[in-house]
């Protein structure tokens, strides 16, 4: 393991890297826009190739090289990925991806539009009555960071969910959404 500023020990395989160190490599190589575009194209569920696979799903892409059903994990990393690099070209794919039909993908798109700062209340709020706990705790924390007044009244009625992560999700957004006015 190593520092956060130091250079990787080059014995260790680039998948054991973090994914930051992953992404800052291949954005040296290739730019950040590039790497942007792979991530939005793995979103689409199109094929990026064995090394960029690795770059964003690290040594558990190998299980996919090898054989296994890929399902939703490329358009995951590639979504994932995006919490790291960025170009507002990939605004319009994330927040489509908040309909993905693999819930680890909505979470994750929800995720992206918190840390991006895009989207808005219409194409959260479907996420709040995600069949997912997970799904409903990102979208509220989605709607502190890109929700107007109008997000109020959908994180009051989180606070009767079921789950309670999901309760304490929706008291922690509503109150960081009050603090922004």
């Known amino acids: 393991m190593t520092a956060q500023n130091e250079t990787p020990d080059p014995s260790t395989p680039a998948t054991q890297a973090s994914l930051e160190q992953r992404l800052a490599d291949a954005v040296a190589a290739e730019s950040e826009i590039r790497v942007v575009e792979r991530c939005v194209s793995l979103l689409a569920g199109r094929y990026e190739g064995e090394d960029f696979l690795r770059v964003v799903g690290g040594h558990h892409a190998e299980g996919i090289l090898g054989g296994a059903p890929a399902l939703y994990w490329p358009e995951l990393w590639g979504t994932r ?101």
């Open 81 to 181: 990925a995006l919490l790291h690099v960025w170009d507002d070209s990939a605004t319009a794919p994330v927040i489509g991806a908040l309909g993905n039909q693999a819930w680890r993908v909505r979470e994750m798109a929800a995720r992206v539009c918190a840390e991006r700062r895009v989207g808005d209340v219409a194409a959260i709020a479907p996420l709040l009555s995600d069949d997912h706990a997970r799904v409903r705790a990102a979208g509220a924390r989605a709607l502190a960071v890109v929700g107007g007044e109008d997000a109020k009244p959908l994180l009051e009625a989180l606070l009767r969910d079921p789950d309670r992560e999901v309760r304490r999700a929706a008291q922690q957004s509503a109150k960081a959404l009050a603090a922004r006015r």
